[in-house]
Structures are given as structure tokens and as C-alpha cells.
């Protein structure tokens, strides 16, 4: 079966340091890739997608995320973080052979110190 | 326009006991969806609605039933509570169930049974 995986479950960082959360997934066909972030009490809110054309995807907040098809990840990126940017942060996978449902990673806590 | 609305936002329950989680989209959206999120397991697709009129099992459909009482509301039903149950609940839409649609997500209910 097809699966998602965050290697990282608690990250902390200072204010201003770089940031990179890695996502992997286990698929050899076409994918689409999502990453949605949660503010504490909050929903989730989508982050950045990518579907098909230049691998490296810029979103909203300053986060990137390149999809590296060989392999199989989707990491994700922010130069500098900010006390804000803390939230749990998910990536997400639709498969191609799985009509419309997304596949989610167990999620990333971030914590930024001020 | 408020997207995506669930009710109740919080919610105790006793083992046994029944109850219905409500979800509403105002974005004309075909398809939606609930999940359930659990720490460290992110979220599991519980069951879908690809179209007004259809509904189909997720990942993790067991206890639960659904509803997609018209094209607007999608509702989740416990029919008898257990402690695995508790969790938070996801409701979600997205345009259709082709691929390059974004899925909107509405804020969370917690749900415990004790």
C-alpha cells in the first residue's frame, strides 16, 4: 500500500534559523503533493501544492518545496523561520490510483524559539 | 463565505453512546470528506463523498456511518461510541474527485468518549 512518511516528528528551532522537513512517499506512479500547516487550535491550511511542471514550488509564508522524483520525496523549505511559522506541518499525497483521497504523513511539530 | 463548517466543536461522550458530527460547504463543492486525526498518525481518511448521492469507505471506516444529505451537507454518525473513537474530526471538500483539486479543510471537532 501506499504510504507517506515525516521522518522528523519534533523540530526545534531559534528564530532566523533554516528550516527543511522532509517527506517521502512510497509510489512509482504520478502523484500530486501537498503540504498543509496547523496553527495551534487552527485548521488546516494548504501551504503549497505540486502538480506537474517546475519541481521547485514556492507557497505562501516564504516556504518552498521541491519534489525530487527519483527520490520520492517532497521536502520542504524556509530560509529563515520566524516564532510564527510554529505549527504542526503535513504533508500530504494524492496517487494517481486513488481518485481523489489524500494520503497524510503523521505530521511535523515545529516549535520556534523566540 | 465561510468554507468549510462543522459542529460541534467539542464534544464528550460515554461509551455506548451515539451522536452526529455535521459538516456544510458553501464553495459548491462535489466531493467531501471526513478524517480523523491522531497524534503521530496524521490524518486518516475516514469516508468520502465523491458526488451528491455517493459515499464510500476510507482507510479507517469502521464504527462509523455517513450521510450526504444534499450537495451542501456531509454528515459522520458514531452509532455507539468507544474510547478508540476519540479524536479529532476533519471535515473537508474539494471541487471534484479528479486530480488537481485542492481539499479545504473546516476547524476540527474534538471528540472524546470516555
Known amino acids: 500500500a501506499q504510504s507517506v512518511s515525516q521522518h522528523n516528528h519534533h523540530v526545534i528551532l531559534s528564530e532566523a534559523a533554516s528550516l527543511e522537513l522532509g517527506c517521502n512517499y512510497s509510489y512509482g506512479g504520478t502523484v500530486n503533493l501537498f503540504w498543509y500547516v496547523q496553527y495551534p487550535g487552527q485548521h488546516l491550511q494548504l501551504l503549497l501544492k505540486y502538480f506537474s511542471g517546475d519541481p521547485l514550488v514556492k507557497g505562501i509564508k516564504g516556504f518552498e518545496a521541491e519534489f525530487i522524483k527519483s527520490k520520492f520525496s517532497f521536502n520542504l523549505r524556509k530560509p529563515s523561520v520566524q516564532w510564527s511559522d510554529t505549527a504542526e506541518y503535513f504533508c500530504?499525497?494524492?496517487?494517481?490510483?486513488?481518485?481523489?483521497?489524500?494520503?497524510f504523513g503523521g505530521g511535523t511539530r515545529l516549535m520556534v524559539k523566540p | 463565505n465561510a468554507g468549510v463548517t462543522q459542529t460541534p466543536k467539542f464534544q464528550v461522550l460515554k461509551t455506548g453512546q451515539s451522536m452526529t458530527l455535521q459538516c456544510a460547504q458553501d464553495m459548491n463543492h462535489n466531493s467531501m470528506y471526513w478524517y480523523r486525526q491522531d497524534p503521530g498518525m496524521g490524518l486518516r481518511l475516514i469516508y468520502y463523498?465523491?458526488?451528491?448521492?455517493?459515499?464510500d469507505k476510507g482507510e479507517v471506516p469502521n464504527g462509523y456511518n455517513v450521510s450526504r444529505l444534499n450537495k451542501r451537507e456531509f454528515s459522520l454518525r458514531l452509532e455507539s461510541a468507544a474510547p478508540s473513537q476519540t479524536s479529532v474530526y476533519f471535515c473537508?471538500?474539494?471541487?471534484?474527485?479528479?486530480?488537481?483539486?485542492?481539499?479545504?479543510f473546516g476547524e476540527g471537532s474534538w471528540l472524546t468518549v470516555v
Open positions: 463523498s465523491a458526488s451528491e448521492g455517493t459515499t
Open positions: 500530504a499525497v494524492r496517487f494517481n490510483n486513488a481518485g481523489n483521497m489524500l494520503t
Open positions: 473537508a471538500s474539494s471541487v471534484g474527485a479528479n486530480s488537481g483539486n485542492t481539499i479545504y
